[in-house]
Each structure stands twice: as structure tokens, then as C-alpha cells.
RNA sequence: GCCGAGAUAGCUCAGUGGUAGAGCGCGGCCCUGAAAAGGCCGGCGUGGGGGGUCCGAUUCCCUCUCUCGGCA
């Protein structure tokens, strides 16, 4: 049986993958899907820098700008779409190509996740109260006792991580670290491809600054404003640039310091993503010197696809 | 030109007669249902140049260079 293909275009953020993306999909007669925890939200396009009109008018984009920010949104919940769109676009006898930043939604679609212990906001709501209240150690101590393999694995301050993790424990009486070995991937009859734009550290973080700059030149002052006017999801609310700009409505700093911070936290987000996908041994890097067009790049993609 | 203050990490600065720290920045890493989140680790340095005192100087003394104030 002939494979299935699937493409991945990821990489730090502002490092060109939409519009690369568009000349990529034009070549192998592909159509876009995100591969982004918040491009998957409508009404955020300027904090987002979602693709605009011009080029989701040239190929056919799937889950971008879908999701209301007040809708929760993650790792699963994509996993479950973007098969549902990749299958759509094999029908049609074109491949997906996903793109965007989210290391772990890229993951998640490859290699899968366990199941059987969904997000339970109301009991980590309930344990994050406690955490607050007697501290992380507290949770910690409680997941040594139940799941020491996961604990040894888990930093005491991770707080994230203790509280999925006894999550799991209450909601299946399974620790965490026996189900995590079960999750189930893609399978043998996909061929996945993964590429990864990168840049010159300097001149990666001269563009994720520039382009903090031409979204607060494109309004994101007032976007994000409307956005924290209304309910937002506990994933849209910590959209880079939400919650810099809620504390600048605060009045804790001026509007330079926040996008100060903004351009910053830019770049911490940029090299973690950087770590994320050089773990990836999968991962193809095309390295561009970030002048390049758009075309150029999908040419020197191209050259691997086959 | 004179007087005063200073010259220590990429930046702003602290400190000590036994070759140095802090914050920010920066680098590396972790990540299985919030992931643009959350967490961990790392000082990255000929202490402005030269000389002297001392067992030993970044610290004390002299000198030169530079910077910043003030006076001319």
C-alpha cells in the first residue's frame, strides 16, 4: 500500500513558515493545516501574526482562526482535528501540511497521547487552591506516595506537571508514568516528514523584536484590549502579549515596558522552541540567512521531499 | 588647566588583603490533555594600563589613560 505523506513546516516563531508554507503547499499540491496552540483562535490575528488574507486565499488552511478564545482548547482536542483534516485533504488526493510552532502539537499528532485521562479543570482548580494554600511541596509529597516513578521525574516546582499528574492518579487510580508508556502514534502507513526553518540566533531574535514592533504598528494595543474585555480561556489567555498588556492596563508599567517584555518573552519562547525541535532527531533544519523569498525557501524544502 | 568621583560580567552596579558576586541580559535543558504555558541548570570576567608595598593585591600606595561632575 502506498504511504500516506506527512508534512510538518515548524520552527521558531517569526522565522517565515506561513508564507513559506503557501509556496511549499503550491508545489506538492498540499493544503495547510495549523500546527499552532493559538492561531487555532479567532480574533487574535495581530497578537498571533495569523496568516493573513492574501495567503489563506492562495491555498486552502485548515483549523486556523476557528476556536472562540473563550473555548479551551489543547493537545488532544488538536490531535482529533487535525486528523480530521489531514483525512479530508487525502480525499481530495492532496497532502497535509501542518504549520506552525507548538512543539507539542506536533507531537501530539505523531506520536499520540495516552488516553483515558482528560483535563478535569474543575480538580485542578481544586488543587491548584491547594497548592497556593500549603504550597507545591505539598502536592509533590502526595505524588511520591502515589506515583514516585513520575515524581523522580518532575522538578518539586513544576507545579504544572504535579498537578497533571495527580490528576491522572485521582481521575484513573493509574499513575501517570504507567500510562504515558501507552500512547499510540501515527502508525507505519504515514511517511512523516519533518522541516524546521532556522536562522542566525542574532538575526532570529532582530526578527521576532521587528515583528513585536509591527504588531503593536498594526494595533495590538487595541486588540488585545478587546480580547481582555471579554471571557478568555485559561490556553487563549496566555496568548504571548495577553497578559504584558493587562498588566500595562493596570498600570504596573508604560506601554514601552510592555512591549519590552513582550519582545523578551518573544525570544525565550523562540529558543525554547528552538531546544524543543533540536531534541527531535526527526527533524530536517533548513537553515536560511532570512533574507530569502518565500519561493526560494519552498525550493530548498522541496529538495528533500521526495 | 585645577579639584572631586569613578573605571569590576553584554548592561546597571555590589563587595573583599587570600584571583569576585547581584539584578537584568544571554546560553543550555526538560516537556505525553493549559504548551505562545510551566519548570530546571549555567557566571559567560586577563577586576582600565604600568609600577610599588606585602607570603599574597581586584582590594593599600604611586603613575598614566579614559569617563562623569564642579571650578576656571
Redesign the pocket.
Known amino acids: 500500500m502506498l504511504k500516506k505523506d506527512l508534512l510538518f513546516l515548524v520552527g521558531p516563531t517569526a522565522s517565515g513558515k506561513s508564507a513559506a508554507a503557501v509556496a511549499l503547499a503550491k508545489k506538492i499540491n498540499a493544503e495547510i493545516i495549523c500546527c499552532?496552540?493559538?492561531?487555532v483562535y479567532c480574533g487574535m490575528d495581530i497578537?498571533?501574526?495569523a496568516p493573513d488574507k492574501e495567503l489563506t486565499g492562495r491555498v486552502r488552511h485548515h483549523l486556523f482562526g476557528f476556536l472562540k478564545p473563550c473555548k479551551?482548547?489543547?493537545?488532544?482536542?488538536f490531535r482529533k482535528d487535525a486528523l480530521e483534516a489531514a483525512q479530508k485533504i487525502y480525499q481530495k488526493g492532496k497532502i497535509p501540511l501542518f504549520v506552525g510552532?507548538?512543539?507539542?502539537?506536533m507531537?501530539a499528532i505523531i506520536d499520540?497521547?495516552?488516553?483515558?485521562?482528560?483535563?478535569d479543570m474543575q480538580l485542578?482548580r481544586k488543587l491548584?487552591k491547594e497548592a497556593k494554600l500549603k504550597g507545591a511541596r505539598c502536592l509533590y509529597k502526595k505524588l511520591l506516595k502515589v506515583d514516585p516513578l513520575s515524581a523522580s521525574k518532575i522538578?518539586a516546582?513544576?507545579?504544572?506537571?504535579i498537578?497533571?499528574s495527580l490528576e491522572v492518579f485521582l481521575k484513573t487510580g493509574k499513575p501517570?508514568s504507567y500510562l504515558?508508556?501507552q500512547?499510540q502514534g501515527l502508525g507505519p502507513d504515514y511517511r512523516v516528514k519533518i522541516f524546521a526553518l532556522n536562522l542566525s540566533?542574532p538575526r532570529l531574535?532582530q526578527r521576532v523584536d521587528q515583528r513585536v514592533e509591527l504588531m503593536f504598528e498594526r494595533g495590538l494595543e487595541k486588540e488585545a484590549r478587546r480580547l481582555l474585555r471579554s471571557r478568555l480561556s485559561?490556553?487563549a489567555c496566555?496568548?504571548?502579549?495577553l497578559p504584558e498588556i493587562k498588566e500595562y492596563l493596570r498600570g504596573k508599567y508604560d506601554l514601552q515596558e510592555a512591549k519590552r517584555l513582550i519582545k523578551?518573552?518573544s525570544?525565550?519562547?523562540a529558543?525554547?522552541?528552538?531546544?524543543?525541535f533540536?531534541?527531535d532527531k526527526r527533524v530536517k533544519w533548513i537553515n536560511l540567512q532570512g533574507a530569502e523569498t518565500p519561493q526560494a525557501v519552498a525550493k530548498k524544502i522541496y529538495k528533500f521531499c521526495n
Open positions: 499552532d496552540s493559538m492561531q497578537l498571533t501574526s479551551n482548547y489543547n493537545a488532544a482536542s510552532g507548538s512543539g507539542l502539537y507531537s499520540g497521547l495516552f488516553t483515558g485521562a482528560p483535563a485542578r491548584e522538578h516546582n513544576d507545579c504544572r506537571r498537578i497533571r501517570i504515558q508508556k500512547r540566533r531574535y485559561k490556553t496566555y496568548a504571548l502579549g523578551r518573552n525570544r525565550h519562547y529558543k525554547r522552541q528552538l531546544t524543543w533540536r531534541k
